[in-house]
């Protein structure tokens, strides 16, 4: 899988985040890292070709006043345009996938009805529902980064490892996937660390567990059919 990060903060040097993040990605193969806000001049056919050769597309940025920073915003009203972006016919975009990486200062729990924020999240990204349905893309789940400064190094261990799968899975959020992930990483890296050896070892007996289950349902509609 070909995928496109489109990174947008206007402090990126500056954040702990987004540092991680770029270095997170460094190593998914297909995976290209564009940040918006270093391009002095926009050359849309380029941008356009980017966007064409990628499976994937990721819009990752910090929430705003409750939104996306500016650079976003105005590469999108420049590069997806008419023709490309959505046509009545279909655009250029149908059939890829769009993904949300969304960071915040604020707790998770701030974020939906009845937090402090007094808005769910949810209701924020709804824009990119409605970008999606127009394009002919398909959305996954959002992947929200929650006062990354606070989290500790076994958090930051299991975050990279969502956002790797984040970028490469077809499901990301699918156990059964995420299980198969893993343990192929695990078979080519390799490691010494009995801590992952045995979230390995944890992952394929669920697996085991996963597949049984499924065989026992089979079974058993087998059954009703009889």
Same mark, same amino acid.
């Given at each position: 899988?070909?995928?496109?990060?489109?990174?947008?903060?206007?402090?990126?040097?500056?954040?702990?985040?987004?540092?991680?993040?770029?270095?997170s990605a460094a190593g998914v193969k297909g995976a290209?890292?564009?940040?918006?806000?270093?391009?002095?001049?926009?050359?849309?056919? *380029?941008?356009? *070709?980017?966007?064409?050769?990628?499976?994937?597309?990721?819009?990752?940025?910090?929430?705003?006043?409750?939104? *996306?920073?500016?650079?976003?915003?105005?590469?999108?009203?420049?590069?997806?345009?008419?023709?490309?972006?959505?046509? +009545?016919?279909?655009?250029?975009?149908?059939?890829?996938?769009?993904?949300?990486?969304?960071?915040?200062?604020?707790?998770?729990?701030?974020?939906?009805?009845?937090?402090?924020?007094g808005v769910a999240m949810s209701t924020l990204l709804?824009?990119?529902?409605?970008?999606?349905?127009?394009?002919?893309?398909?959305?996954?789940?959002?992947?929200?980064?929650?006062?990354?400064?606070?989290?500790?190094?076994?958090?930051?261990?299991?975050?990279?490892?969502?956002?790797?799968?984040?970028?490469?899975? +077809?499901?990301?959020?699918?156990?059964?996937?995420?299980?198969?992930?893993?343990? *192929?990483?695990?078979?080519?890296?390799?490691?010494?660390?009995?801590?992952?050896?045995?979230?390995?070892?944890?992952?394929?007996?669920?697996?085991?567990?996963?597949?049984?289950?499924?065989?026992?349902?089979?079974?058993?509609? +087998?059954?009703?059919?009889?």
């Amino acid at each position: 899988m070909k995928t496109l990060i489109i990174v947008s903060h206007p402090q990126l040097a500056a954040s702990p985040t987004q540092q991680f993040l770029k270095a997170s990605a460094a190593g998914v193969k297909g995976a290209t890292w564009h940040y918006l806000d270093a391009i002095k001049t926009l050359d849309v056919p *380029a941008e356009q *070709a980017l966007i064409q050769a990628a499976d994937r597309l990721i819009f990752e940025f910090p929430l705003y006043w409750y939104q *996306a920073p500016a650079s976003l915003h105005e590469w999108l009203a420049a590069v997806w345009t008419r023709g490309f972006a959505y046509a +009545e016919a279909g655009g250029k975009l149908t059939g890829k996938t769009l993904g949300l990486v969304v960071s915040y200062s604020q707790p998770q729990q701030a974020y939906q009805i009845g937090g402090s924020e007094g808005v769910a999240m949810s209701t924020l990204l709804s824009p990119y529902q409605a970008l999606a349905h127009k394009t002919g893309l398909q959305l996954l789940a959002p992947l929200e980064i929650a006062q990354f400064s606070y989290l500790t190094e076994q958090q930051r261990a299991e975050l990279m490892t969502r956002y790797q799968q984040y970028l490469t899975l +077809e499901r990301p959020t699918r156990f059964a996937d995420q299980a198969a992930w893993f343990l *192929a990483q695990l078979d080519q890296k390799g490691t010494q660390d009995e801590h992952v050896a045995l979230m390995a070892t944890t992952l394929a007996a669920r697996q085991e567990q996963l597949a049984g289950l499924r065989h026992t349902i089979a079974e058993l509609r +087998e059954g009703e059919d009889d």
